[in-house]
């Protein structure tokens, strides 16, 4: 069976486009760099020939509300366009947890608008609400920080593994479509401020966490519930622990002595290429850098995360290149 996967060498694109493989599936890892562009539509009447499955993980290089609900309105139509002229008979997307349920997160509210576009297509759907990623509890962290605190809200949390993710994502492609919403989550609840408590102490981060109701996650408000599965849902089988195990050990600790501010920067984007290093690439491995996320820090005013591909010409390298993360470290005041 062939299936194309949309952002097929994002975080949870890649991990899924290796499992179908491993599967004996036809698989078509689209991206803009392999010529295949939902924005544009360059190259997607050619992927999608033939395809009996698109599996679409694309996402917005960026955050602002604008910006990102036209990345998915406009991808959501060029993307179901040339399925419906290619016979496509099962469209699976991959959504949020609780988008209807926080209408003032300028994201959750392009997710939804991508969703109705979905149901509202005519080709047989599934698609796939999950949880925040463990992946991403570092940049929260930051997102949330304000000099040495960290306010979170207590609302429940239930965040869950990039490598779960991928392998529900891809037993739901091999399923028959649902033409409902289904919803993952990981195996483990708990209040968000714990979680974000119980990482930053699991990664040597001394911040205080401060639980407070008030605090914002990405401009939005933050109830008991709104981040959690309300009915049923697909669990995933990492826990917080056996997640953090697998996780690679920093090859590049804190010089001691020095004080610094360390971001574990998982940019919150999972369709991006992950294969990029937060560093100016040497010259001489003739490296192109692109910027390809920047988001401002709303608690952290001057303060900002900023994400680049590092391509490297023959002989170049990166350590990076082999891992989802990337430590930062910056000088206190840079």
């Given at each position: 069976m062939k299936i194309v996967v949309i952002g097929g060498t994002g975080l949870i694109g890649s991990k899924t486009v290796a499992i179908l493989r491993q599967g004996g599936q036809e698989v078509v890892a689209g991206s803009p760099k392999s010529g295949v562009n939902s924005i544009t539509g360059e190259g997607l009447k050619r992927a999608v020939a033939g395809a009996q499955v698109v599996i679409d993980l694309a996402n917005s290089p960026s955050f602002e509300d604008k910006a990102v609900l036209e990345f998915f309105e406009t991808s959501g139509r060029n993307l179901l366009a040339a399925e419906a002229a290619a016979g496509v008979r099962h469209h699976v997307a991959l959504s949020i947890v609780g988008t209807d349920r926080t209408p003032d997160n300028g994201y959750f509210r392009a997710k939804v608008a991508q969703?109705?576009?979905?149901?509202?297509?005519?080709?047989?759907?599934?698609?796939?609400?999950s949880t925040q990623f463990l992946e991403?509890?570092?940049?929260?962290?930051?997102?949330?920080a304000e000099k040495n605190v960290v306010r979170v809200s207590p609302g429940l949390f239930q965040p869950i593994a990039a490598d779960d993710v991928a392998a529900l994502v891809a037993d739901v492609a091999l399923a028959p479509p649902r033409n409902a919403i289904v919803e993952i989550a990981g195996p483990e609840r708990a209040p968000f401020s714990e979680f974000i408590g119980r990482y930053l102490k699991a990664v040597g981060d001394p911040r205080e966490v401060v639980s407070d109701p008030q605090a914002r996650y990405w401009g939005g408000r933050v109830e008991e519930h709104s981040l959690v599965p309300l009915g049923e849902a697909r669990l995933g089988r990492i826990g917080f622990d056996e997640w953090l195990r697998r996780r690679a050990p920093d090859p590049h600790p804190p010089t001691a002595g020095v004080s610094m501010k360390h971001i574990l920067c998982s940019l919150l984007v999972a369709t991006l290429p992950f294969g990029s290093v937060l560093a100016a690439a040497p010259k001489e491995k003739n490296a192109k850098v692109t910027l390809v996320y920047h988001h401002e820090l709303p608690n952290v005013p001057g303060k900002s995360i900023k994400g680049v591909l590092v391509e490297y010409g023959p002989g170049?390298?990166?350590?990076?290149?082999t891992h989802s993360q990337i430590r930062l470290y910056l000088r206190n005041g840079a």
């Amino acid at each position: 069976m062939k299936i194309v996967v949309i952002g097929g060498t994002g975080l949870i694109g890649s991990k899924t486009v290796a499992i179908l493989r491993q599967g004996g599936q036809e698989v078509v890892a689209g991206s803009p760099k392999s010529g295949v562009n939902s924005i544009t539509g360059e190259g997607l009447k050619r992927a999608v020939a033939g395809a009996q499955v698109v599996i679409d993980l694309a996402n917005s290089p960026s955050f602002e509300d604008k910006a990102v609900l036209e990345f998915f309105e406009t991808s959501g139509r060029n993307l179901l366009a040339a399925e419906a002229a290619a016979g496509v008979r099962h469209h699976v997307a991959l959504s949020i947890v609780g988008t209807d349920r926080t209408p003032d997160n300028g994201y959750f509210r392009a997710k939804v608008a991508q969703e109705k576009l979905i149901e509202a297509s005519g080709i047989p759907y599934t698609i796939t609400r999950s949880t925040q990623f463990l992946e991403f509890l570092g940049t929260i962290a930051d997102s949330s920080a304000e000099k040495n605190v960290v306010r979170v809200s207590p609302g429940l949390f239930q965040p869950i593994a990039a490598d779960d993710v991928a392998a529900l994502v891809a037993d739901v492609a091999l399923a028959p479509p649902r033409n409902a919403i289904v919803e993952i989550a990981g195996p483990e609840r708990a209040p968000f401020s714990e979680f974000i408590g119980r990482y930053l102490k699991a990664v040597g981060d001394p911040r205080e966490v401060v639980s407070d109701p008030q605090a914002r996650y990405w401009g939005g408000r933050v109830e008991e519930h709104s981040l959690v599965p309300l009915g049923e849902a697909r669990l995933g089988r990492i826990g917080f622990d056996e997640w953090l195990r697998r996780r690679a050990p920093d090859p590049h600790p804190p010089t001691a002595g020095v004080s610094m501010k360390h971001i574990l920067c998982s940019l919150l984007v999972a369709t991006l290429p992950f294969g990029s290093v937060l560093a100016a690439a040497p010259k001489e491995k003739n490296a192109k850098v692109t910027l390809v996320y920047h988001h401002e820090l709303p608690n952290v005013p001057g303060k900002s995360i900023k994400g680049v591909l590092v391509e490297y010409g023959p002989g170049g390298y990166s350590p990076g290149h082999t891992h989802s993360q990337i430590r930062l470290y910056l000088r206190n005041g840079a």
